[in-house]
């Protein structure tokens, strides 16, 4: 998976390669998008409360400034980390259209699933793939 570096909301700087051994979830999305606010509304019950410390999330907004995501990000109630991607530097390593996208990168770096939308049928793909990379791991 090519490598980038975001700031999150809380300041801090992420590199993707820093995954501290644990595959990544990585989401683009943006506020304006309805199925992406239906993946993040699940991200929270649906993946971080399963599956805990043993997979790391990375939603990044792509394309925003970071006053609206920010106030989005506190409308919604969401308490897990968002990165903001203003320029598309990140998004455009992976993409170069269409949100909500999201990949699964195990813990060596390599691409085990991409999507793009988001609705039940992804919701399980991205589960399956995300079970299938935490297995290997072990």
């Keep these: 998976a090519p ?13 993707l ?10 989401i ?6 309805p199925p992406c606010r239906e993946e993040l509304a699940h991200l929270q ?7 805990g410390d043993k997979l790391r ?3 990044i ?3 925003e400034k970071r006053e609206v995501v920010e106030e989005f990000v506190n409308t919604m109630g969401f308490t897990f980390a968002v990165g903001i991607d203003s320029d598309q530097v990140a998004y455009n390593k ?11 990168i195990d813990a060596k770096g390599g691409v ?3 999507g793009v939308g988001y609705d039940e049928t992804v919701a399980g793909e991205v589960k399956a793939a995300i079970e299938k990379t935490l297995e290997a791991a072990e």
């Design 3 to 15: 490598d980038f570096t975001v700031q999150m909301l809380d300041g801090r700087r992420v590199a």
């Design 17 to 26: 390669a820093e995954n501290d051994g644990k595959p990544t979830l990585l």
């Design 28 to 33: 683009f999305w943006a506020t304006w998008c």
């Design 45 to 51: 019950e649906g993946i971080i409360d399963v599956y």
């Design 57 to 59: 999330v990375l939603p």
């Design 61 to 63: 907004s792509r394309g």
């Design 94 to 104: 992976y993409a170069s259209n269409y949100i909500p996208r999201c990949f699964v």
């Design 112 to 114: 085990v699933y991409a």
